[in-house]
């Protein structure tokens, strides 16, 4: 089955800095990378998502980059607001033709920290 | 998107003594999940909640300690057996897919589930 190895788990960063996550993937088949962001208490959310036909996708100050040679995708926060404070989960699946999903795998987390 | 209650929010339970789930969307949904989040872990899917048919249960999980029930495309229940402190953890349901057209996945708010 697919397995997602996802780094750092701890990120610290300064407000206004940039930060960078990234996970690695292992079935080839996968073709479909969600990230979620899960604060303290609350519900994981869908912040950007990235299909394999895609090689970056940008909404506002988040990026989603996928090689699909090397099977890794990263997730970068520019310009980090202390309220970016949260976990990060990336995932991996395959959807089939009709969209749906087969099931998601996640990563393990990272917890990111944005300092004032 | 989809709008997706679930209940109880939490609750304490004596061990042995077993715990139903429900997820209730508002909209009529093609997949519906269950994963289970220890704290300060990730989320690891129990199974996948199939319409009409019995659910599809994922390695290290099986149906007799967490039943699944899923009626319609709208609703689902998980069931928390013979409960051990083991047992405690955050459920989450999660659905994805419908009429409307989305394909990423929802989660409902979570149970936060304390065995005693």
């Known amino acids: 089955g697919e397995n997602v190895e996802q780094h750092p788990s701890t990120l610290s960063v300064q407000e206004g800095d940039s930060a960078v996550i990234k996970c690695t993937y292992s079935d080839s088949a996968s073709n479909y990378f969600p990230w979620y962001k899960q604060e303290l208490g609350k519900r994981p959310q869908l912040i950007i998502d990235i299909r394999s036909n895609v090689g970056e996708k940008k909404d506002q100050r988040i990026a989603v980059t996928l090689n699909k040679t090397a099977k890794h995708f990263s997730l970068h926060i520019t310009e980090t607001q202390p309220e970016d404070s949260a976990v990060y989960f990336c995932a991996a699946s395959r959807k089939n033709s009709g969209g749906s999903n087969y099931k998601l795998t996640f990563g393990k987390g990272t917890l990111l920290t944005v300092n004032p | 998107s989809a709008v997706i209650s679930q209940k109880p929010s939490r609750d304490i339970c004596q061990r042995g003594t077993s715990l139903t789930i429900q997820c209730q969307v508002d909209?009529?949904?093609?997949?519906m999940f269950w994963y289970r989040q220890q704290p300060g872990q990730s989320l690891t899917l129990i199974a996948t909640a199939n319409q009409g048919s019995e659910a599809t249960y994922e390695s290290g999980f099986v149906i007799d300690k967490f039943p699944i029930s899923r009626p319609n495309l709208t609703f689902s229940t998980l069931t928390v057996s013979n409960m051990s402190p083991e047992d405690s953890s955050i459920y989450l349901c999660?659905?994805?897919?419908?009429?409307?057209?989305?394909?990423?996945?929802?989660f409902g708010q979570g149970t936060r589930l304390t065995v005693v």
């Open positions: 999660s659905v994805e897919g419908g009429p409307t057209g989305f394909t990423e996945a929802f």
């Open positions: 909209s009529q949904v093609t997949m």
